[in-house]
């Protein structure tokens, strides 16, 4: 699929996104209700800029051993864009990413173990691949960081790949700018992606997270289906 348009599994899997990346129209069939969306996204967009934290809260990337996590999710192509809500986990292994609408109805979930990631949409149907990139990239038309959330959620940058952290406290690595606000004990808030294509912002109602190592390697549910 060529890069920088949503094709028809991204219509499929995440529904809540425009039809494509050319910012110049919706699909036909987008009905009223995910008009709304598209407006509560712009809601969120003009709240108050989260702070960047300080260049030196900044740390190297650690093993997490577990890590949960839920809020809203807000995804802008071109000026286009729309959100759902996510459950994000990580536990022996595997990271699991459910995405839901606003009103509660399951859109997909997307999942990683040490045999690849693989997606099911809200119609049983599994896409799978490698890396979580070309996943992305296969149902999308373009690639989302999606393996180096947790890291950059959790105030790490990503071992072995350059990065630079700005004076505003911006991490920049892997292409992208990435800003981070937290709560008064130290946990996420929001997290904001931007690579000048697309915006990725994460509001954060709850997280915990342990480091270390996971004690046993698990599978992917979805895999036993």
Not at 77 to 83: F, R, T
Request: proline residues 4%; contains cysteine; aromatic residues 8%.
């Amino acid at each position: 699929m060529a890069g920088g348009g949503i094709g028809y599994n991204a219509r499929r899997f995440l529904p809540f996104m425009p039809r494509n990346g050319s910012g110049i129209c919706l699909e036909n069939r987008m009905n009223y209700r995910y008009l709304l969306l598209s407006g509560c996204l712009v809601l969120l967009a003009a709240c108050s800029v989260p702070q960047a934290q300080k260049p030196s809260e900044w740390q190297a990337e650690r093993s997490l051993k577990t890590f949960a996590a839920s809020g809203r999710m807000g995804v802008k192509v071109k000026e286009k864009g729309s959100y759902a809500h996510f459950d994000w986990t990580l536990e022996n292994g595997v990271e699991t990413v459910d995405v839901n609408t606003p009103l509660g109805s399951t859109v997909g979930q997307l999942c990683r173990d040490d045999l690849g990631v693989l997606a099911v949409d809200s119609k049983g149907q599994k896409f799978e691949a490698a890396t979580p990139d070309e996943l992305s990239e296969q149902l999308l038309g373009y690639r989302l960081p999606i393996a180096h959330l947790a890291v950059w959620a959790n105030g790490e940058w990503v071992n072995g790949q350059p990065h630079r952290i700005e004076t505003d406290g911006t991490l920049v690595q892997a292409g992208w700018r990435i800003r981070r606000s937290l709560n008064e004990d130290g946990s996420p808030r929001v997290l904001v992606l931007d690579n000048g294509q697309l915006n990725l912002r994460l509001v954060f109602s709850d997280s915990s997270r342990e480091h270390g190592r996971a004690d046993t390697q698990g599978r992917c549910r979805a895999r036993s289906g």
